[in-house]
């Protein structure tokens, strides 16, 4: 029975970057931040998948680093299984139970080591295992992958996009974590591969009880492996609930063309736009007063240049943060 406490939990949190002043740039009084994460609260239930979804540049990325302890937080909480988690005293007990697989194989990967070696890095430095321990270890987790025994000498240069990226995996889930943030995991492969790498990761959530935070911007990758998606626009979470009712009944005029400009491969069930989008993303640095999206939003009234909507439920688990969910209804 899964317990009723969240594997994850972030609380407000905020990842601010300063802006430093240079040559030719006009000194200011107040200190200028680009508030890449603005207030995101979100919850992972033990053994679930939540997709966290949105265009490039709204901080789906930072969110994930700064979760994983990559980045520190600028405030708010981040809770692993309800316990408040200080990123600099408890960074070694939690990446025992949490890891993160990382877009690109290519940089994740160290091409000097082997295989085998890649995989035993986080046994050796998390756990008390004897090196005997650690090689039986590598050897299960790349037959869990799809792999086996005659990868563990071969250098990361030797082997295919696909094959690179089952090594990341298997590094993530060799210490058996109970959460494993997955950025972008299959943007950087061909089709045919990121169906395998799904289905894998698929099979190793059942096999190992896996909870997991997909960062991605591929709306059907979302639909496909997630429980709940959760939609950022512009550092903030405007959409979260149930995947199959946020895809198929958006509440925020953002989610509608996010799900609307995704490609489709039979033309006679094309999401087309109802509605232009105009403008362009909004700056991190001085943001649109009010509802961020409102330069761009075909529903804005007078109230949503003035007012930042808060996220309130429009149906049972799902939430909108708009002032007009009804339109989009």
Same mark, same amino acid.
């Given at each position: 029975?899964?317990?009723?406490?969240?594997?994850?939990?972030?609380?407000?949190?905020?990842?601010?970057?300063?802006?430093?002043?240079?040559?030719?740039? $006009?000194?200011?009084?107040?200190?200028? *931040?680009?508030?890449?994460?603005?207030?995101?609260?979100?919850? =992972?239930?033990?053994?679930?998948?939540?997709?966290?979804?949105?265009?490039?540049?709204?901080?789906?990325?930072? !969110?994930?680093?700064?979760?994983?302890?990559?980045?520190?937080?600028? #405030?708010?909480? =981040?809770? *692993?299984?309800?316990?408040?988690?200080?990123? @600099? @005293?408890?960074?070694?007990?939690?990446?025992?139970?949490?890891?993160?697989? *990382?877009?690109?194989?290519?940089?994740?990967?160290?091409?000097?080591?082997?295989?085998?070696?890649?995989?035993?890095?986080?046994?050796?430095?998390?756990?008390?295992?004897?090196?005997?321990?650690?090689?039986?270890?590598?050897? @299960?987790?790349?037959?869990?992958?799809?792999?086996?025994?005659?990868? *563990?000498?071969? !250098?990361?240069?030797?082997?295919?996009?696909?094959?690179?990226? @089952? =090594?990341?995996?298997?590094?993530?889930?060799?210490?058996? $974590?109970?959460?494993? +943030?997955?950025?972008?995991?299959?943007?950087?492969?061909?089709?045919?591969?990121?169906?395998?790498? !799904?289905?894998? !990761?698929?099979?190793?959530?059942?096999?190992?009880?896996?909870?997991?935070?997909?960062?991605?911007?591929?709306?059907?990758? #979302?639909?496909?492996?997630?429980?709940?998606?959760?939609?950022?626009?512009?550092?903030?979470?405007?959409?979260?609930?149930?995947?199959?009712?946020?895809?198929?009944?958006?509440?925020?005029?953002?989610?509608?063309?996010?799900?609307?400009? #995704?490609?489709?491969?039979?033309?006679?069930?094309?999401?087309?736009?109802?509605?232009?989008?105009?403008? /362009?993303?909004?700056?991190? +640095?001085?943001? $649109?007063?009010?509802?961020?999206?409102?330069?761009?939003?075909?529903?804005?009234? /007078?109230?949503?240049?003035?007012?930042?909507?808060?996220?309130? /439920?429009?149906?049972?688990?799902?939430? #909108?943060?708009?002032?007009?969910?009804?339109?989009?209804?």
């Amino acid at each position: 029975m899964a317990s009723a406490t969240p594997i994850l939990q972030t609380v407000d949190l905020r990842k601010y970057y300063p802006i430093k002043e240079g040559i030719g740039l $006009p000194r200011r009084r107040a200190q200028r *931040f680009v508030k890449a994460v603005d207030g995101v609260s979100i919850s =992972i239930a033990e053994g679930a998948t939540v997709a966290v979804v949105g265009e490039s540049g709204c901080g789906k990325t930072t !969110l994930a680093r700064t979760i994983a302890m990559l980045t520190p937080p600028t #405030a708010g909480k =981040i809770l *692993f299984e309800g316990v408040p988690v200080n990123p @600099r @005293r408890d960074a070694r007990k939690i990446y025992t139970k949490l890891q993160m697989v *990382f877009q690109d194989p290519d940089s994740s990967l160290d091409p000097h080591m082997s295989v085998g070696d890649v995989i035993g890095e986080p046994l050796r430095g998390l756990t008390k295992l004897s090196g005997r321990e650690v090689r039986e270890t590598v050897i @299960r987790t790349l037959t869990d992958v799809g792999m086996g025994e005659d990868y *563990f000498d071969r !250098l990361p240069r030797q082997l295919s996009g696909g094959q690179k990226q @089952r =090594i990341a995996i298997a590094r993530a889930i060799s210490t058996h $974590p109970k959460l494993l +943030i997955l950025d972008e995991p299959t943007s950087a492969l061909d089709a045919s591969v990121q169906a395998q790498i !799904l289905s894998l !990761l698929v099979k190793l959530q059942d096999q190992y009880g896996l909870s997991y935070m997909l960062i991605t911007h591929n709306i059907a990758v #979302a639909g496909y492996l997630s429980d709940t998606v959760a939609v950022m626009y512009a550092g903030n979470l405007v959409e979260f609930g149930p995947a199959e009712e946020v895809l198929k009944k958006p509440r925020h005029p953002y989610t509608v063309t996010l799900i609307a400009s #995704a490609p489709t491969p039979d033309p006679w069930n094309r999401h087309l736009l109802s509605t232009e989008i105009s403008g /362009e993303v909004p700056s991190a +640095i001085d943001p $649109p007063k009010g509802c961020k999206f409102n330069p761009r939003c075909p529903f804005a009234e /007078e109230i949503c240049t003035s007012e930042v909507p808060v996220l309130e /439920e429009v149906s049972t688990g799902h939430w #909108a943060a708009c002032h007009f969910p009804e339109k989009t209804a």
